[in-house]
C-alpha cells in the first residue's frame, strides 16, 4: 500500500481590535508593514512591495545574531479589506516557495484573520513559521493599538487657546 505524504501546512486564526480595512492597509502600506513585519526582535527593510496581482515584494530580516534573511514572492490574488496571497521564499540560494493566504473577516469594528500557509516541506519548517508568525502577529496587534491611540490623541487635540 503506498500513501501520499502531503507537505505540512500552518493555519493561524487571531481576532483583532481593528477593522479589516485597518488590518488590509497595515499588510500593504509599505511603510506600515515595515514598521511591523517579522518576528518579535527582527527589524525588516521592505526596499519593494507592489500590492498588485502579479506584483512583487521583497524584506530583509535583520536577526538579532546579525544574520540577514532575504525573502521575496508574488502577490498571487488581492481582494480589497477581504483577502490576499502571495509567494513567500528565499531571495537567495533555496528558492522553494509557499503560498500565504490572508483572509480577514469582519465582527463589527473587530477582525477574525486567518493566514494559510502551503507548501512547507516538513513537519519542523510548519512549526518553526508557527512560531514566527504568531510572533508576527503579537507586533501587528501592537502596530494597530499605536496607530489607534495616536488617531484617539490626533481627534481630541485642540488649536491653542480653545478651551
Not at 483583532?16 to 506600515?32: G, H, Q, S, V
Not at 532575504?70 to 503560498?99: M, Q
Request: charge should be negative; aromatic fraction near 6%; hydrophobic fraction near 35%.
Amino acid at each position: 500500500m503506498t500513501t501520499k505524504d502531503e507537505s505540512p501546512v500552518l493555519e493561524i486564526t487571531r481576532i483583532f481590535e481593528a477593522t479589516p480595512a485597518e488590518i488590509f492597509n497595515a499588510w500593504l502600506d509599505r511603510e506600515e508593514w515595515a514598521s511591523w513585519i517579522g518576528p518579535e526582535g527582527v527589524h525588516c527593510d521592505v526596499p519593494l512591495l507592489e500590492p498588485r496581482v502579479g506584483g512583487g515584494y521583497r524584506l530583509i530580516m535583520h536577526l538579532p545574531d546579525g544574520n540577514i534573511i532575504r525573502i521575496a514572492g508574488i502577490f498571487k490574488a488581492i481582494e480589497s479589506n477581504k483577502s490576499f496571497a502571495f509567494t513567500w521564499g528565499s531571495a537567495e540560494g533555496d528558492r522553494r516557495e509557499t503560498l500565504v493566504t490572508v483572509e480577514l473577516r469582519d465582527l463589527h469594528g473587530r477582525t477574525e484573520l486567518k493566514l494559510r500557509q502551503e507548501g512547507l516541506p516538513t513537519a519542523a519548517d510548519r512549526d518553526g513559521h508557527d512560531k514566527g508568525w504568531n510572533s508576527t502577529m503579537n507586533k501587528l496587534v501592537a502596530h494597530l493599538a499605536a496607530r489607534g491611540q495616536q488617531r484617539s490623541s490626533d481627534s481630541s487635540r485642540r488649536p491653542h487657546g480653545v478651551a
